[in-house]
């Protein structure tokens, strides 16, 4: 297989394909997916058109002769006919045909509901956004949510692992996505949400080798990075590379609703990780002196002291009854939604202070653990 076959291949695994009625290649290559009898048919066009018109006319309780009236007056303004209107996307992964509005008119009913919530001009801004997810168990909560809200022009993720049972304690999918990529898990969701928005993906995860690749990719400098992986020589190493190229970072970790937040955008010479890893010195030296002290590295920056009694424990647990440390599906959704929140504002320009806080669900109602 040459590479260019291999890479369609590959695309297909998660990458919807937008057909135009539009144009003759196209056409032919719905009515071939037709003809085969096996791929599902979905077309509400007609209920999207008319749900557009409505959120278009909110001052009025229009008649169904008013909405005729006003679909006629849509085809002529366009030019098209009905069966011309619209796109055609085919989700390869699910051997199925949507048939939706055209990007500008889908974009504007998609986010109608998020007015004034996001302005206009604030919408408009978000889609010039370049964000970075890397690490795709709390990160995935962070990308459908970015994805839902339709926060970035461009989403890169990065995550070499494959989806396993354990994981769907906190990873909202199906047992048929089992042994998948979850790169792949993440960008079918986002397409079936919105196959307009832009998704990159780092299938083999960030590494040392293609860190800068990924802050970088196609000349497009990441505006937000949202760091969530379990690899501490990572957690690092994408640090210092967004200090240098002072691009923010964020991070939940999913107990107590801990968030940091790093404006290396603002503040240049700021330490990673809030100088609280000052004490094993520079940080460009690190990385070398964790195979000695990478517990106690850990530790630190996690603040150990200050994690719920439950999480402490499950650290004296590692190795013995648990392969990993737990986290559970409330508190990577509330992260998830946490950095979707303090990323818009950020990218928005809203004052965000860099440090870390929480959002500690049992602390405001005075719930003791037990």
């Known amino acids: 297989m040459d590479n260019s076959a291999k890479k369609n291949e590959l695309d297909h695994a998660w990458k919807p394909v937008i057909l135009s009625p ?14 085969t009898g096996k791929v599902m048919f979905f077309d509400t066009f007609e209920l999207q058109l008319t749900e557009l018109i409505k959120a278009r006319n909110p001052k009025r309780n229009l008649s169904l002769e008013e909405l005729s009236e006003k679909k006629a007056d849509f085809f002529s303004a366009s030019g098209k006919s009905s069966m011309e209107s619209g796109n055609w996307v085919y989700y390869p ?3 199925t045909l949507v048939r939706i509005l055209e990007e500008n008119e889908f974009v504007q009913l998609r986010t109608v509901r998020n007015r004034y919530k996001i302005t206009q001009e604030e919408q408009e ?11 795709l168990s709390v990160g995935q909560s ?3 949510c970015l994805a839902m809200e339709r926060c970035f022009g461009e989403l890169r993720i990065a995550d070499f692992d494959t989806l396993d049972l354990s994981n769907m304690n906190r990873i ?9 990529k979850k790169s792949w898990i993440v960008a079918r969701e986002i397409a079936e949400i919105d196959p307009y928005l832009k998704v990159t993906l780092f299938n083999e995860g960030v590494t040392e080798s293609n860190l800068e690749t990924f802050f970088t990719w196609e000349g497009k400098k990441l505006d937000v990075l949202i760091e969530e992986c379990d690899s501490l020589p990572i957690k690092l190493l994408s640090r210092i590379q967004a200090k240098a190229m002072r691009i923010p970072v964020m991070m939940d970790t999913s107990d107590r609703g801990m968030m940091d937040i790093e404006r290396f955008d603002r503040e240049p010479e700021r330490p990673i990780f809030h100088g609280l890893l000052e004490a094993f010195g520079e940080e460009k030296s690190l990385l070398a002196k964790l195979p000695e002290n990478g517990k106690e590295v850990m530790m630190a920056l996690l603040q150990f002291e200050n994690l719920s009694d439950r999480v402490k424990y499950s650290f004296s647990e590692l190795g013995k009854s648990i392969t990993s440390w737990p986290q ?5 959704i509330l992260g998830g939604a946490a950095c979707c929140h303090y990323a818009r504002m950020l990218l928005l320009g809203r004052e965000l202070a860099s440090g870390r806080f929480y959002v500690d669900l049992d602390h405001i109602i005075n719930l003791n653990e037990g």
């Open 22 to 35: 539009r144009n003759q290649e196209d056409t032919d290559v719905v009515k071939k997916l037709k003809d």
């Open 93 to 95: 992964w699910r051997n």
């Open 125 to 135: 801004k978000l889609q010039n956004q370049v964000i970075g997810v890397i690490g």
């Open 142 to 144: 962070v990308a459908l």
């Open 172 to 180: 909202r999918t199906g047992l048929f996505n089992l042994g998948i």
């Open 328 to 332: 559970l599906a409330s508190s990577v």
